[in-house]
C-alpha cells in the first residue's frame, strides 16, 4: 500500500511540532491545624487541649512542653521542606514573652542525626507570633531543602492561656514528567 505524499508530510509536520512532556517545579504550602500537637511528656494531670482550632494550654498556673510533627512530602526519604513554622497565640488576651520553641530535622532510619534550633518569641495580647525555621536555622542555606527536613518537628514549652494555631510548610515540588 502506498502513501501518498501529502500524508507523509503531514505527519512528519505533525511529528517535529508535537510537544514534548516536560518537567517543572512548582512551591507549595501545605497548613496543618495546631490539633496535631501532643503533650511530649503524657500525663492525665494537665490542661493542655489539642482541639480542631489548634492545640491550648488551658492551664492558669502550669506551663505545658508541647510536640508537633511536620508535614513533609518526600520522595524515598529526600528531604523536600524549605521552612517551616507554627503560629502561636494568646488566649486570655495578655502577651507572654520569651516563649521557647525548639525545631528539630533528621531521620535516624536514613542516617541524618537530629540537628535542633531554638528561638525565643514574644506572644502578643492579641494576634499571633509565627516561628520560623529556614535553613540557616540548621547549618545550611536560605531557600533552599533543610536538610533531614522529612521529620521536621518542633516542641514549645507554652505557658498557662498559650496556644498554638496552625503548622505550615514550604516546599518545591516536581510536576510533570
Known amino acids: 500500500m502506498r502513501i501518498p505524499l501529502f500524508a507523509c508530510m503531514a505527519i512528519a509536520l505533525g511529528l517535529t ?35 480542631a482550632t489548634g492545640a491550648r494550654n488551658e492551664s492558669t498556673t502550669t506551663g505545658s512542653f508541647v510536640i508537633c510533627p511536620f508535614a513533609s512530602p518526600s520522595s524515598g526519604g529526600v528531604s523536600t521542606l524549605l521552612y517551616f513554622y507554627a503560629t502561636l497565640y494568646s488566649i486570655d488576651g495578655n502577651a507572654h514573652n520569651n516563649v521557647s520553641c525548639t525545631g528539630v530535622t533528621g531521620v ?42 522529612t521529620g521536621a518537628s518542633v516542641t514549645c514549652n507554652l505557658p498557662p492561656q498559650t496556644g498554638i494555631d496552625i503548622l505550615v510548610t514550604n516546599y518545591n515540588q516536581e510536576i510533570g514528567t
Open 108 to 149: 535516624q532510619s536514613l542516617s541524618l542525626p537530629p540537628v535542633y534550633s531554638t528561638q525565643l518569641v514574644t506572644i502578643p495580647a492579641t494576634g499571633a507570633a509565627q516561628i520560623l525555621w529556614q535553613g540557616s536555622n540548621f547549618g545550611g542555606i536560605d531557600g533552599t531543602v533543610i536538610a533531614g527536613s
Open 17 to 51: 511540532a508535537a510537544p514534548t512532556a516536560q518537567s517543572a517545579t512548582t512551591n507549595q504550602y501545605s497548613v496543618f491545624a495546631g490539633g496535631n500537637c501532643q503533650l511530649s511528656i503524657p500525663t492525665t494531670d494537665t490542661k493542655f487541649r489539642p482541639r
